[in-house]
């Protein structure tokens, strides 16, 4: 036979790791895939909180009080609210020269009521109402 002859086609050991190589391209498609797959359902899942938020948020001082002390929750959507409204604001709220009394202080929890949900909190500073 001549050296030509036998050439053709490829040895096992080319072929095996030509296997390896797309073995290692199909995972990396395979990861970047599912992290994309994760990542949409998690900003699923966080537009769905802020939704839920800002519809509570727009509740207060309509159908729920605007009063400081008033708490309320319930759930929407699957996802467990929290609404607190206090007179005192947190420690990174900076804040410039504040009558006593002036301001109202509402804070809006949203968690989600699978095991892993993070929640997600929207904070507003109001004017206590004052008659006319």
Known sequence: MTRRGRQRGFTLVEALVSLAIAALTLS????????????????????????????????????????????????????EWELTISDSGTSDMRLGPVRQNELVFVYVSVTPQNPDGTPLVLRSIRYRETPL
Do not use: H, P
């Open 28 to 79: 990396g498609f395979y990861q970047a895939l599912s992290t994309g797959l994760f990542m949409e359902r998690r900003s699923t899942i966080q537009a769905d909180q802020m939704l839920v938020a800002t519809q509570i948020m727009d509740r207060v001082g309509v159908d729920l009080a605007l009063r400081s002390g008033f708490q309320d929750r319930g759930i929407i959507r699957d996802m």
